[in-house]
C-alpha cells in the first residue's frame, strides 16, 4: 500500500541525508522531498551530489563526513540555507571493488571504519547539538 504524501507532510521540516547521491540515500532524499521536507544532500561525489540535489530542488553540499571540519560547515550551509535540521538520514558509504577470492586489505578496511555509521552519525550529532545548543 502507497502512502500519500498528503497524509504525512514533512512541510517545515529539515533533513539531512549522508550520501544522498545515489541509491538507497538518494531514494530517501528524494521520498523526503515528495512528502514536502527541505533536503539537504551531504554526498563526497560532486557529480552525484549536484545532480540529485538538482532532481529534487534540495541543496548539495559536498561533504566528507569523515572529516568533522566539513561537517561544521555543511551543517553552517544547511542551516543557513535551509534551516536547522530536525531529520538526520546517516547513509554513508564506502565500496571497495576486489574479488571475492582475495582477501580485504588492512587499508580498505580501515577506511571503510573510518565512514562507519556510528563514528559519522556521533560527528554529525555533536554538531548539531552545538548548533542547537548555541541558540538555546
Known amino acids: ?5 498528503s ?7 529539515v533533513a539531512v541525508v549522508t550520501g544522498g547521491g545515489v ?10 522531498a515528495a512528502f ?22 534540495g ?8 572529516d568533522s571540519e566539513q561537517v561544521d560547515a555543511a551543517l ?6 535551509l534551516g536547522v535540521p530536525s531529520i538526520l538520514v546517516n ?8 574479488r571475492c577470492s582475495k582477501p580485504a ?6 577506511s571503510k571504519h573510518r565512514v562507519s555509521h556510528s563514528a559519522s552519525y556521533l560527528r554529525i550529532c555533536y554538531s548539531l547539538f552545538r548548533k542547537y545548543h548555541a541558540r538555546h
Open 7 to 13: 497524509n504525512i507532510l514533512l512541510t517545515g521540516r
Open 1 to 5: 500500500m502507497a502512502i500519500d504524501p
Open 105 to 110: 586489505r588492512t587499508a580498505g578496511m580501515r
Open 91 to 98: 547513509n554513508p558509504a564506502a565500496c571497495f571493488a576486489r
Open 23 to 32: 541509491g538507497i540515500g538518494r531514494g530517501i532524499a528524494e521520498g523526503l
Open 59 to 66: 541543496l548539495g553540499i559536498v561533504t566528507d563526513v569523515r
Open 76 to 81: 553552517q550551509r544547511t542551516t543557513s540555507e
Open 36 to 57: 514536502g521536507a527541505s533536503v539537504a544532500i551531504w554526498e563526497h561525489n560532486a557529480e552525484t551530489c549536484t545532480s540529485a540535489a538538482e532532481a529534487i530542488g
